[in-house]
């Protein structure tokens, strides 16, 4: 699990405002994200199966926002071409060791969502927000055991 206040401070803060999309509200929709899909940073690829990194992204996932979303906006591909020296599609696998990828790349996959991000303040509306739109209704992930995920991160010894 990682310190909290680094990963907040080091990776989401300056991840996402290379792309000038930080926000309080979209940091702890990341931090909700990260604490539900591997415990806070416990598991870096997925047991059993393909996810990738922190916010364990689907190779697919991570190929189609490429394809289909970031390609066509230079206010992203230019941003992530100069500060994190990509002239080409990463491979999926870029998402278990570059923790800045990975948050620019989860921050870029709530982007396509219309519906603006829940207020950093109300747990309940970041999971629906989490489980519609990076969940999906297909996705494992429950409520309670979701809600304890993100309090068990953010109040630890290591969020502060």
């Known amino acids: 699990m990682f310190d909290l206040a680094q990963f907040r401070e080091y990776i989401i803060k300056p991840s996402t405002s290379i792309i000038k999309e930080y926000s309080e509200d979209a940091e702890e929709l990341l931090v909700f994200t990260c604490a539900v899909e591997s415990l806070g940073g416990k598991y870096l690829k997925q047991v059993g199966g393909p996810a990738c990194g922190i916010y364990q992204m689907e190779p697919f996932t991570h190929d189609d926002l490429w394809r289909n979303y970031i390609k066509h906006r230079t206010r992203l591909t230019y941003p992530l071409g ?30 396509r969502v219309p519906e603006a991000l829940p207020n950093k303040d109300d747990v309940d509306a ?14 494992k992930a429950t409520k309670a055991k979701s809600l304890k995920k993100y309090k068990d991160f953010t109040t630890s010894p290591n969020a502060k």
């Open 82 to 111: 100069y500060n994190m020296c990509i002239n080409q599609i990463p491979l999926p696998q870029r998402l278990v060791y570059d923790l800045a990828y990975a948050t620019v790349m989860a921050r870029i996959h709530y982007l």
């Open 126 to 139: 970041m999971w629906d927000y989490y489980k519609t739109y990076y969940n999906t209704s297909k996705g």
